[in-house]
């Protein structure tokens, strides 16, 4: 017998304070119930303790693709890129690290090359110019202030998912875009250039998800920011120094895919879909990404990138994400790749010499196969 000291118990005390807690619960519950019909407020927490659940239900298949495949997924920069700094590794991470490397053979462990931060500064100094710098930070700054967004939309949006599994999906996203946050900024940092302000387009869109309601934030953040996201790391992941970008897109993809896998359980309702205030709303978001092509033309230029070929690729791809989600716009999605092309080539003509149209909606951007391969899973739900 674990506990031999026995206390004696007042069975009268207990069933009166039992009777007492269970009238109480009524009432509490029935009020909020009522101030919740009337628009009063009521219950916030969107829990059903009965079940020891969330609304919604277990979610276990969300749990499963999301929180169990994210965890599993988990990188830490301090293994990934030791030279940015970070200390995020457990003990027992470092000493596999430590074992691994032991076990190389003297050319392998030359290969893995484990830099320091100067050296990395240095390495990035050789390889690019001081405007070849400048150009990537500042593209990359296009999305890097985008995260900051995406860790306040996700903590958001945790709050307003159903089921359980839903909930520790946002969660996880919650972690993954604050670790996106620090690790892209210490990335920008270690190029010794000026990390330039947010333009009035990326503020405009960004401010705009943010304000939005309920499960349009699945479409603001998950599908349009996200995707944006997922095609920047594409366009990049395979330049020397940002190798790590590759990690950042493993994430992203995870990221777009949750409102196709949370629609599946979870799915809107047809006039959700169709509302037009919603349609034109969801366009008026996309507008201000479009206005960032001729805003970042110089610095894309500068690295050999079309901005209207990477424009179109996004719009292609954000686009098949929202209509295959149940996001809708005003126009069928061929009318949308037509007009934008329509668009990109009548700027083009007017701006450079010698143009032909192209059809820029039929570019893939993203440079390495096996990254285009996770974006046709996620855009296009192919196998």
């Not at 009035?200 to 699945?218: F, I, P, Q, R, T």
């Not at 390495?368 to 046709?376: C, F, P, Q, S, T």
Request: net charge neutral.
């Amino acid at each position: 017998m674990h506990f031999p000291n026995k206390l004696s118990t007042n069975e009268r005390a207990v069933h009166l304070s039992r009777r007492a807690e269970a009238v109480a619960n009524r009432l509490v519950r029935r009020a909020d119930k009522v101030r919740a019909r009337a628009g009063l407020g009521g219950r916030k927490a969107a829990y059903d303790d009965a079940n020891y659940e969330f609304v919604g239900g277990p979610g276990e298949t969300l749990r499963r693709r999301h929180y169990d495949k994210s965890l599993r997924l988990l990188w830490k920069a301090e293994a990934h890129a030791p030279w940015l700094g970070f200390e995020d590794c457990s003990k027992e991470e470092r000493a596999l690290l430590q074992m691994a490397e032991q076990s190389m053979k003297p050319a392998e462990r030359d290969a893995l090359d484990r830099i320091t931060q100067d050296e990395f500064r240095a390495m990035l100094k050789s390889t690019y110019t001081e405007r070849e710098r400048q150009a990537i930070v500042n593209v990359l700054t296009a999305i890097g202030h985008g995260e900051a967004y995406a860790w306040l939309v996700s903590a958001e949006l945790l709050g307003q998912v159903q089921s359980t599994g839903a909930r520790t999906a946002l969660t996880m996203q919650v972690l993954e875009e604050a670790k996106h946050f620090v690790v892209l900024r210490a990335l920008m940092r270690s190029f010794d250039v000026p990390i330039p302000r947010q333009s009035a387009w990326e503020y405009l869109l960004l401010e705009n998800v943010l304000k939005l309601d309920g499960l349009e934030k699945l479409f603001g953040m998950n599908v349009l920011v996200e995707g944006i996201a997922l095609s920047f790391f594409g366009l990049l992941a395979g330049a020397p120094g940002l190798e790590i970008l590759q990690m950042f897109h493993l994430d992203e993809a995870r990221h777009a895919a949750l409102p196709s896998n949370y629609l599946a359980e979870f799915p809107m309702s047809e006039w959700e879909k169709k509302n037009p205030v919603a349609r034109t709303r969801r366009l008026k978001l996309v507008l201000p990404a479009l206005l960032l092509m001729p805003q970042l033309e110089p610095d894309l230029n500068e690295l050999g990138i079309d901005a209207y070929e990477f424009g179109g690729s996004v719009v292609a791809k954000i686009s098949a994400l929202a209509y295959r989600n149940g996001f809708y716009l005003p126009m069928p999605r061929w009318a949308l790749l037509l007009a934008l092309d329509a668009v990109f080539n009548g700027w083009c003509a007017a701006t450079r010499d010698e143009h032909r149209w192209t059809s820029f909606t039929g570019f893939d951007s993203t440079k390495l196969e096996a990254l285009r391969r996770v974006e046709r899973r996620v855009f296009y739900g192919a196998a």
